[in-house]
């Protein structure tokens, strides 16, 4: 089992950026696939990006070219790199890993 716990959320102007970072309560070195999730309100639950092990990523259309996944299998990190952001972006990012782990998610307004 592991607890994912996310940070650096909050509120930016459209064209700004955040960070996302997801710790791990133990070493992700094992775990395969890890990745971020985000829900809007009344919407239901899609995939942002997901990184393998070996460092494979994969994005949704929506964010390629702006956002950008890494992983630290030394410090049990996942991190969410979020550039030119927009209104549309904002919403509940959840860290996965495993394909059935989640935490608790972090709120992210993007204002107009």
């Known amino acids: 089992q592991v607890q994912l716990v996310e940070s650096g959320g909050g509120l930016v102007q459209a064209g700004g950026s955040l960070r996302l970072s997801c710790a791990a309560s133990?070493?992700?070195?094992?775990?395969?696939?890890m990745g971020w999730f985000r829900q809007a309100p009344g919407k239901q639950r899609e995939l942002v990006a997901i990184?393998?092990?070996?460092?494979?990523?994969n994005s949704a259309d929506s964010v390629k070219g702006r956002f950008t996944i890494s992983r630290d299998n030394v410090k049990n990190m996942v991190y969410l790199q979020m550039n030119s952001l927009k209104p549309e972006d904002t919403a509940v990012y959840y860290c996965?890993?495993?394909?059935?782990?989640w935490g608790q998610g972090t709120q992210v307004t993007v204002s107009s």
């Open positions: 996965y890993a495993d394909g059935r782990y």
């Open positions: 133990r070493s992700i070195s094992s775990i395969n696939v």
């Open positions: 990184i393998t092990r070996s460092g494979i990523t």
